[in-house]
């Protein structure tokens, strides 16, 4: 995928960012950026749902598995993209006391 929560990219004075990681498709942007010096730099995704997305998302999210081999169809690719980001959300949230991690995966 687009280099996962890797939304800014550094070389020099400070962090630019290169734009949305859409994870409809993958792409090579961060791994081509990386040949030229420039250097991954994590951060934490922040999402807001609208209440009614945001139970879909906690409702599907433990079923992704099968919602990712869903055939296409539009409704099932926006499906799969916003489980993909739900899951990168997820891992970019702070590590519980003791060092595990809150992440579901």
């Known amino acids: 995928m687009c280099g996962k929560s890797a939304c800014t990219v550094r070389r020099g004075e400070g962090p630019k960012p290169i734009g949305p990681s859409y994870p409809y498709h993958d792409t090579n942007i ?23 997305l945001s139970c879909v998302v906690s409702l599907a999210y433990p079923l992704r598995a099968l919602a990712l081999r869903l055939p296409e169809h539009p409704l ?25 991690s809150r992440s579901l995966e």
């Open 30 to 52: 961060h791994e081509f950026l990386l040949k030229f010096g420039f250097r991954r730099q994590y951060c934490r995704l922040n999402i807001v749902y609208s209440p009614m």
């Open 76 to 100: 099932s690719r926006k499906l799969k993209a916003l489980l993909v980001l739900e899951s990168y959300r997820r891992s970019s949230l702070p590590t519980a006391p003791g060092g595990t």
